[in-house]
């Protein structure tokens, strides 16, 4: 039995194929226009999906329930956060040439002890995941100022700007990776099986009313640099 977030998301891939599809034919007819001594002057059909609407039948064969006070999409473990975020100093750093002291490494450990501490909410509240990351990127940051100036040691703007950028993006997505997955729900939608459900009742029905949102490559130019991105039309 498919969950019914796969089987909606199905549906609306399906919808985006036969977009696509309907380009394709348009292609190839504006290729047979052009060579058609006649047809060259006419207009080139293309079909478009502007709305579409679905009346969508199922039964709910089976919910997993959350956890008793867990948090709503699940909860993401403070301790695991921690360490994986310390795990990422270390792959990160040695990329933009900083090198822990010691003393340092016991700084930035008991600091991060602080912040977990200090974000520990009940078991029903998410953890905030990106304002927990700045955070602890903050004081790392505030930690390796700490250690250049007792060392007397120069850093640079430039490379302390990449190492907090890159610290950030690489701990958030470790961080994310540690929430649990969401409870699923399983339906029965084939006619079938629905012909075979006795009760009515538990029948459920949803309707989408879809709008298309074409999206097209485009050129931007950033500080002399191209870079082709999808936007809509």
Do not use: C
Not at 114 to 134: G, N
Not at 164 to 182: C, G, I
């Amino acid at each position: 039995m498919p969950y019914l977030g796969d089987y909606l998301g199905q549906l609306l891939s399906e919808l985006v194929i036969a977009r696509a599809q309907a380009d394709q034919e348009t292609l190839r007819l504006a290729e047979y226009y052009a060579g058609h001594p006649h047809l060259k002057n006419f207009p080139i059909p293309h079909l478009r999906l502007p709305t579409v609407t679905l009346d969508i039948v199922y039964a709910v064969e089976a919910s997993a329930h959350e956890p008793e006070a867990s948090a709503t999409r699940g909860k993401v473990d403070l301790n695991a956060m921690r360490s994986a975020y310390r795990r990422t100093i270390e792959q990160v750093t040695p990329d933009h040439g900083v090198a822990l002291d010691a003393k340092t490494w016991a700084s930035i450990d008991k600091a991060l002890e602080d912040i977990e501490r200090r974000a520990t909410m009940a078991p029903s509240v998410p953890v905030a995941v990106r304002a927990t990351v700045l955070e602890m990127t903050r004081v790392f940051m505030a930690e390796v100022k700490a250690m250049r100036l007792r060392h007397q040691m120069e850093g640079s703007a430039a490379v302390d700007g990449e190492l907090e950028s890159a610290l950030n993006r690489e701990a958030m997505l470790a961080s994310m990776r540690l929430r649990s997955p969401a409870p699923r729900v399983n339906v029965v939608v084939t006619k079938r099986e629905l012909m075979e459900v006795k009760d009515p009742g538990q029948l459920s029905k949803v309707r989408l009313t879809i709008a298309e949102q074409g999206q097209e490559w485009t050129v931007i130019e950033t500080d002399g640099t191209s870079t082709e991105r999808l936007v809509p039309e």
